[in-house]
């Protein structure tokens, strides 16, 4: 599958963004799929996960109540809906797919697939 992340910009802080990621190919709806970060001198760090069908979803500590997964299976498109931006929100955000069963969806290794990237920039 190839993952294509898009929406990333330049935002005030406490504003908002809404990022997408759209998938190639019909196995899209098997797929966990997740977001992750990377911000200048750190290390890919887990966002969020959303189940294949949608019905489970986990987060990160330090976006809980402020992003929102989701998934339309028929779109081939995963979101990530991000409010109350932070300053330490910035970072190039990846979009990724983990075929099969997953264990730890937190963890990057267990992702198969990755996108090329979007950049957030939330500024003071």
């Known amino acids: 599958v190839q993952l294509q992340a898009s929406g990333g910009g330049l935002v005030q802080a406490g504003g908002s963004l809404r990022l997408s990621c759209a998938a190639s190919?019909?196995?899209?709806?098997?797929?966990?799929m997740g977001w992750f970060r990377q911000a200048p001198e750190k290390e890919r760090e887990f966002v969020a996960a959303?189940?294949?069908?949608?019905?489970?979803?986990y987060y990160a500590d330090s976006v809980k109540g402020r992003f929102t997964i989701s998934r339309d299976n028929n779109k081939n498109t995963m979101y990530l809906q991000m409010n109350s931006l932070k300053p330490e929100d910035t970072a190039v955000f990846y979009c990724?797919?983990?075929?099969?069963?997953?264990?730890?969806?937190?963890?990057?290794?267990?992702?198969?697939?990755w996108g090329q990237g979007t950049l957030v920039t939330v500024s003071s």
């Open positions: 990724a797919a983990a075929p099969g069963l997953v264990r730890r969806w937190g963890t990057s290794d267990e992702y198969g697939y």
């Open positions: 190919g019909r196995t899209f709806s098997t797929y966990v």
């Open positions: 959303i189940s294949w069908n949608g019905f489970a979803t």
